[in-house]
């Protein structure tokens, strides 16, 4: 039986549409996307692309050949995922020019007894090549907190400060893909729950999206392992709810970007040689799906080394190192983000204060939107006082004075004001930040320097609100 089909993925043209919009319609509404009109002025659409709209794959192997990248083989399956080779650009190209002719690949991208069909994905091209500005994230993708943290931090800084090595992907979350006709993705949920948007620079993709309230009909009655390719004949025994599941489906033409929302499930097939830009993100307004998976993600590590509980010195310990490998963050790690982008955001709030009057009675934008980032944290961090788990003795610092004094949170509150002035076309605040307005902050007068614990986080916010509302009375 073939898929139920419920709809198509609305397009729109992103020029039309302004950030208040996106943020009502679609952060929000959690929905999904199709944005025409943002990639007219992208180098990479330009020097990537034929005029016939064919990938220049000699291009990559002339100027990026060197770069070693992940390739999935299409046609294996390993685990949940494809299996990955690495190999370097200029090797893929080769493969790819040597098996186009070939067209061994079904409509699903199953390969029948041909050669490998190789996709290279995750490639990080913007950490790899910075001087070349291959594109510009669109105004809606800018506000993106995990980017400018892993630009500035490792998200995983080992309690262990004599263990140097730290095995956890710490890069970035911007990516190319490149794929000939028939490479796929299977179905999965992104990394952390993040959203992400892809962006065609040639060639066309043939999405199938779940919404979040439907994915447990593509999971087993456990809810442990989901559906790995939507194509193939699924065992309903194994897989009861599968049928019932209303799918959304979209056909993305070259120059269009997908927003995928967070938790959405989706399985993507490269219709021509394609590739893409994909970007991985989080911000205040969809942080609370990563603390629902990593509160999930904890549980379920946690019952899986139940039975050695009362011989471990450490068990606590032992779930949140496994959480760390297996999510790609633990409940420290999070936690130390959320410290960081608090505090990030009350020195906008703080900056703007002492700068332009009173941020509360303000006309600006970028107020009420570090004011939703300061209560969103808030939120979590009341929901993460429930869960009690140890302090750790932490490798990293959270005393407010010593992260302020470190020159990488400079740098992030830089980013994040050139962020919030970009996205509601603010008069250029001209943020000048430098460390010594970090010290007059008027909110840390009085108040306990260290952040270790959510109650301290949520006090520290509440803190901040109450000093400026305040001054809005006063
Ligand atoms: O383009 C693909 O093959 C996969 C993209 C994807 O899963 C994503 O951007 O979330």
Redesign the pocket.
């Known amino acids: 039986m073939g898929l139920k089909i419920g709809g198509q993925i609305e397009k729109i043209d992103g020029r039309e549409l302004t950030y208040t919009d996106f943020v009502k319609n679609y952060f929000e509404k959690n929905e999904p996307v199709v944005l025409k009109g943002l990639m007219d002025d992208w180098r990479a659409c330009k020097d990537w692309v034929f005029d016939n709209g064919k990938p220049n794959l000699l291009l990559f192997k002339n100027n990026f050949g060197k770069s070693q990248v992940q390739v999935a083989d299409c046609s294996c399956r390993e685990f949940t995922d494809q299996k990955r080779v690495e190999m370097s650009v200029s090797e893929f190209v080769d493969q790819w020019l040597k098996i186009s002719s070939k067209e061994s690949c079904s409509g699903s991208g199953q390969v029948n007894n041909g050669p490998a069909v190789l996709?290279l994905?995750d490639w990080h091209f913007v950490k790899e090549y910075p001087e070349y500005t291959a594109y510009e994230t669109p105004q809606f993708f800018l506000d993106d907190w995990l980017n400018f943290y892993l630009d500035n931090y490792s998200m995983h800084r080992d309690p262990d400060p004599h263990k140097e090595i730290n095995d956890i992907c710490c890069s970035d979350y911007r990516f190319a893909?490149m794929?000939a006709k028939g490479t796929?993705?299977p179905f999965?949920a992104?990394v952390f729950r993040s959203y992400?948007w892809?962006a065609n620079v040639c060639g066309k993709?043939y999405w199938l999206f779940l919404s979040p309230s439907q994915c447990h009909l593509a999971f087993d009655r456990h809810m442990k392992s989901s559906v790995y390719d939507v194509f193939d004949d699924i065992d309903q025994k194994k897989f009861p709810g599968f049928e019932k599941a209303i799918w959304l489906e979209c056909t993305q033409e070259q120059n269009e970007i997908?927003f995928?929302p967070s938790g959405w499930y989706?399985q993507?097939h490269?219709l021509e040689d394609t590739i893409?830009i994909?970007h991985?993100w989080f911000n205040g307004f969809n942080l609370s799906w990563v603390w629902d998976l990593l509160l999930r993600d904890y549980h379920e590590a946690r019952e899986y080394i139940e039975d050695i509980k009362d011989i471990c010195d450490d068990f606590e310990g032992l779930c949140q190192r496994n959480l760390a490998v297996n999510t790609g963050m633990n409940f420290y790690d999070f936690f130390i983000f959320m410290v960081h982008f608090s505090l990030a955001n009350v020195v906008l709030l703080d900056y703007l204060a002492r700068n332009c009057g009173n941020p509360l009675d303000s006309s600006s934008l970028t107020v009420p939107h570090l004011v939703l980032n300061l209560k969103s944290i808030r939120e979590i961090a009341l929901r993460m006082k429930s869960v009690v788990v140890p302090p750790r003795s932490c490798a990293v610092s959270l005393d407010i004075f010593q992260i302020m004094e470190d020159s990488a949170f400079l740098a992030l509150c830089k980013v994040l004001a050139r962020t919030y002035d970009a996205i509601h076309k603010e008069q250029k605040q001209s943020y000048d930040i430098r460390v010594n307005d970090f010290l007059g902050l008027d909110c840390l007068k009085g108040s306990s320097s260290e952040l270790h614990t959510p109650e301290n986080l949520v006090n520290f916010i509440d803190s901040t609100f109450s000093r400026l509302s305040g001054l809005s009375s006063g």
């Open positions: 996709y994905k893909y794929g796929w993705t999965h992104d992400s892809s993709k997908v995928v989706h993507v490269n893409s994909n991985n």
